[in-house]
């Protein structure tokens, strides 16, 4: 069509002076304007649509109008340059997607940026440039006031040339934790300097940073977090100036001595804020500290401090932030600390306190006090009595007092604290009742957790509760014998535990009707029966399932399977035919299903379960073969199948690689130890293979094992000598323990506050002094071996005796002949020695009266001769030598 074109050009051209840009002028400098679009190509846009107002186009000309740039109103130079994200919440809001990802671009720092000379404003902070440095061009920005760069990702060595930014009134490079400075004498010749942000830079070549405060007369915000700063040592000290415009300073996160203070003390007067968390103060609180009167914020958390807390530090009266908590200090609380009347956040817990101090009669607190207070934090402490009268502190958020000695009841009083979110009263001696009144107006409380005491929830089924709760531990307080109607009403926990809680009731459907969020349910150790129908649930992340030690019946359903770790132990399951259905990409990670009523063939469907690192299906009463998918899980580090009716010979498990315990105890395995265990699992812990019917001998392979701690080969069917090898066995012949990766060391509360471990414990059982025990976490502190209950025959070869680490050693019920041999004595830790009915010979070594800690020897039933050495040990402990043979 001819007409098309002109129309076209002059469809553009209206537009263009519709717009108003035609009347404007256009302000844009073409250099500049063309450096621009360079840093534009110099960048990906990680999300689409950040810099889309630059551009070539007509309508885009102006670069004065482009999103983040700003010229002068004379000059017509770009003159500032914000890309940072984080300035432009608002205006693009639509781009900050729920994954909360503020990073939109990524690249790097556009050489072309040297054409904008003008620049006093440069703001590049929260932009990729990973594998970038900090260009040093930057320094010929002679006008630049301000240089944002933190959370950029830069790294190498700071340019000293920075030095040359002398109008320079902010510099931020935090958190950049690849970058470095081995001296800061570039910063002293910043002198226009007010704000200087180096945290996470590595510093810990620049000993005279210092001197930074000194320098810079200006300076009023010193920001030093994480810089591995070196110690302030006596020598830079006094080559320090004392008076300096400073009002904030973080130290935080460095590793600083007591050193650090007289430098702080000599110019910290006018100090607003304070942080020194987690460094290495050790000591009591410096007295100097408390004539820093203008402290608003004071951190020093996480150090060693310790003493009491001084009543002066009552006198900083302009505090609204204080953290004393992980410190070692011991006491009572000074009580001039509760009339500090800005005080907003008060955080002491991980001390030794043993009395919060709060006065008799709370109204003589000044009143100032009850309104300011949101934060208290007392947890982890020792603090005794009862339950602290905080009725009066209206604006509290949140209340820490886990962990601690209060007993007696909890005031209903608490539920007048109309703001509370967060309340943790777990791990302390209280009693009685709390009913619906403990929460009349608890309409904002978030967080709840009452585990570890003895209280008694008397609440009305058909409470609704005025809170919509995130999470919910009320662990051995008496919940039961219902299941807790109202939590039907919670929609939205993540965090759910009702363990020891004394309910004897089923399930109710709608309880696993789940938020999607859930991360831990712990229903464990009630009398909880009944079926789990199963549920659409689908779990965003991976939770922890635990409704171990119930009376729960049928099928185990194959939602529970979507979960990450589910404890299911000691129940009365009896169906696992759900597993089949589970998804090739499980991400289980810990299954324990013992002491269930399992039965029949074990599904042979393990390949699903890559991830999984712990599984445990002892004590059922699983028959067949133990299928050969179990080879799969090469992820497994404890597998324990013991205590079934499991037949025939172990399947291959050679690609388990990280397998560190095996236990297939009483079972009716047999055939010959494969040979693959020593060759190919060489991070093997612990075995057991106790009471079951393997036969042969005793592969040379098992001595490749240089973790192995635990070998219990008792009661089977074995035959031939001891292998010479067994000193190889150089976990046996080291001191200390090579650690489970697989034991969890998380401990929970059990029945009326008891701390009981939480997780796989090991519970493994062994032959111990002739009886049977089980043990726990402890197991990895007993180093042993049992081949007891065989037919081996041969002698007992002198190498076993390089086995000084040894506690335990059962050689007996064998066929073994010849000597003890004579350096038995060597093995200096053992408590128990076992060689009885065997067919051995000559003299009772003597060196048996030097082992320090033997309680149990028996060698009864052999044709041994001499006396029974007597070591002070023995003589008070058990010595069985019945039948024992000896002349005199
Ligand atoms: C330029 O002028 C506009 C309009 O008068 C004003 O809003 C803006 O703040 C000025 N910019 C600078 C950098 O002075
Ligand atoms: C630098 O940028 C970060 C991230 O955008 C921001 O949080 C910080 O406040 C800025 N620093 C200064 C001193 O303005
Ligand atoms: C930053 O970029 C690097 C390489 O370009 C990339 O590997 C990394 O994942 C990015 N980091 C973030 C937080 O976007
Ligand atoms: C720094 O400034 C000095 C004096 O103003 C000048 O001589 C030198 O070239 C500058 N250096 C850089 C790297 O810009
Ligand atoms: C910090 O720098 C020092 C020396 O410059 C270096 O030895 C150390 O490894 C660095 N630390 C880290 C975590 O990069
Ligand atoms: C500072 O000194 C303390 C105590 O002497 C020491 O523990 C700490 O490691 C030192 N810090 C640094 C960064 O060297
Ligand atoms: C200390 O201050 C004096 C006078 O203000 C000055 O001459 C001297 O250079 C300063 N010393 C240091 C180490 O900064
Ligand atoms: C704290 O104030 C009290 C009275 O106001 C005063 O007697 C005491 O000396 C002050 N303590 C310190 C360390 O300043
Ligand atoms: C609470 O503990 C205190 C101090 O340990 C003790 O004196 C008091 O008798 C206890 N009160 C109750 C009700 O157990």
């Known amino acids: 069509m001819s007409w098309s074109l002109p129309r076209i050009a002059f469809f553009m051209t209206l537009l263009f002076y519709g717009s108003g840009a035609g009347e404007q002028q256009i302000r844009c400098i073409e250099v500049e304007r063309q450096a621009l679009l360079k840093i534009k190509q110099d960048l990906h846009e990680i999300k689409e649509g950040f810099l889309s107002s630059w551009g070539n186009e007509e309508e885009k000309r102006d ?253 900083l009266t302009a505090l609204t932030y204080l953290h004393l908590g992980s410190n070692h200090f011991e006491g009572e609380f000074p009580k001039s600390l509760w009339g500090l009347c800005k005080l907003r956040e008060l955080y002491a817990g991980q001390n030794n306190l043993s009395n919060l101090n709060l006065p008799e009669n709370i109204q003589s607190l000044p009143r100032c006090t009850h309104h300011s207070l949101e934060a208290l934090d007392f947890s982890y402490n020792r603090i005794m009595g009862s339950f602290p009268n905080l009725s009066l502190f209206s604006s509290l958020k949140s209340l820490w007092l886990s962990s601690n000695q209060l007993n007696g009841t909890v005031p209903e009083a608490i539920g007048q604290l109309s703001q509370l979110e967060y309340l943790d009263i777990s791990g302390n001696s209280l009693k009685g009742a709390i009913s619906e009144a403990h929460f009349s107006k608890s309409s904002k409380l978030s967080h709840l957790s009452l585990s570890g005491n003895s209280m008694i929830l008397n609440i009305s089924s058909d409470w609704n509760p005025p809170f919509q709760l995130d999470s919910i531990s009320l ?192 079972n009716r395995l047999f055939g010959p130890i494969p040979t693959w265990i020593g060759e190919s699992l060489s991070s093997l812990v612990i075995i057991s293979l106790r009471s079951n019917n393997f036969s042969g001998s005793i592969p040379s392979h098992l001595c490749h094992l240089s973790n192995l701690q635990l070998l219990d080969l008792s009661s089977n069917d074995l035959s031939g000598s001891l292998p010479k090898c067994l000193n190889n066995l150089s976990a046996l012949k080291r001191e200390g323990y090579s650690g489970f990766t697989t034991i969890s060391h998380d401990y929970t509360y059990g029945s009326n506050g008891s701390t009981v471990y939480k997780g796989y414990d090991y519970q493994l059982q062994l032959v111990w002094k002739g009886t049977l025990s089980t043990f726990g976490n402890t197991l990895a502190l007993v180093k042993s071996i049992d081949l007891s209950n065989n037919m081996l025959n041969g002698e007992i070869p002198t190498e076993i005796t390089e086995l000084i680490e040894l506690v335990f050693l059962n050689l007996s019920r064998n066929h073994l002949s010849g000597q003890i041999p004579p350096e038995i004595g060597d093995l200096n830790l053992l408590d128990a020695l076992d060689l009885s009915n065997n067919q051995l010979s000559g003299g009772i070594p003597s060196s048996l009266s030097q082992v320090p800690r033997l309680n149990t020897l028996d060698l009864s039933n052999n044709n041994l001769s001499g006396k029974i050495p007597i070591s002070t040990q023995l003589q008070s402990f058990e010595v069985r030598r019945t039948n024992c043979s000896y002349s005199s």
């Open 475 to 666: 662990g051995s307080c008496k919940v039961g014998p219902r299941f807790p109607k109202w939590l039907q009403t919670q929609k939205n926990y993540s965090k759910l535990n009702i363990s020891y809680a004394g309910i004897s009731d089923s399930i109710p459907d709608w309880f696993w009707d789940l938020s999607s969020e859930v991360y831990s349910i712990d229903l464990s150790h009630n009398q909880i029966h009944g079926t789990t129908p199963n549920s659409s649930i689908e779990f965003i992340g991976y939770p922890e399932i635990d409704l171990s030690s119930n009376k729960l019946e049928g099928s185990i359903p194959v939602f529970i399977f979507k979960a990450g770790a589910i404890d299911l132990s000691r129940n009365s399951f009896s169906k696992l035919d759900s597993i089949f259905q589970v998804s090739k990409d499980s991400l289980l990670t810990f299954l324990d299903i013992s002491y269930n009523k399992l039965s029949g063939d074990l599904p042979d469907c393990w390949s699903n379960f890559k991830e999984l690192s712990i599984l445990v299906l002892a004590n059922n009463k699983f028959s067949g073969k133990i299928p050969a998918s179990i080879g799969s899980l090469t992820g497994i580090a404890t597998l324990n199948l013991g205590n079934n009716y499991f037949t025939q010979e172990l399947p291959s498990l050679k690609s388990c690689k990280y397998l560190e315990a095996i236990n297939v105890a009483e």
């Open 63 to 315: 670069c004065c109008e482009w999103y983040g740039v700003q010229c002068s109103n004379n000059s017509d130079h770009v003159i500032a340059l914000d890309l940072s994200p984080s300035s432009h919440v608002e205006r693009y809001a639509v781009l900050f997607t729920e994954d909360n990802d503020f990073r939109f671009l990524q690249g790097n720092i556009s050489p072309s940026l040297r054409e904008l000379k003008h620049l006093t404003y440069l703001d590049l902070s929260v932009i990729n440039f990973t594998g970038h440095g900090i260009p040093s061009f930057i320094s010929t920005f002679s006008k630049l006031r301000y240089l944002n760069l933190s959370y950029t990702f830069v790294s190498g060595e700071i340019p000293p040339k920075l030095a040359n930014l002398s109008n320079l009134e902010v510099l931020d490079l935090g958190y950049n934790s690849r970058l470095r400075t081995r001296n800061v004498e570039w910063v002293f010749r910043l002198s226009s300097l007010r704000h200087l942000d180096l945290s996470y830079t590595n510093m810990s070549q620049a000993t005279n940073w210092m001197q930074v405060v000194n320098k810079l007369p200006y300076l009023t915000n010193l920001q030093l977090r994480r810089c591995k700063l070196p110690n302030v040592t006596s020598s830079s000290l006094s080559r320090v100036n004392s008076s300096t415009s400073l009002s904030v300073l973080d130290l935080s996160w460095n590793k600083l001595s007591v050193s650090v203070f007289p430098w702080l003390f000599s110019f910290g007067r006018g100090l607003v804020h304070l942080d020194l968390l987690d460094n290495v103060l050790e000591g009591p609180i410096p007295k100097a500290l408390l004539n820093m009167s203008t402290l608003e914020y004071l951190d020093l958390g996480s150090n060693e401090l310790e003493g009491s807390i001084p009543e002066a530090l009552g006198n």
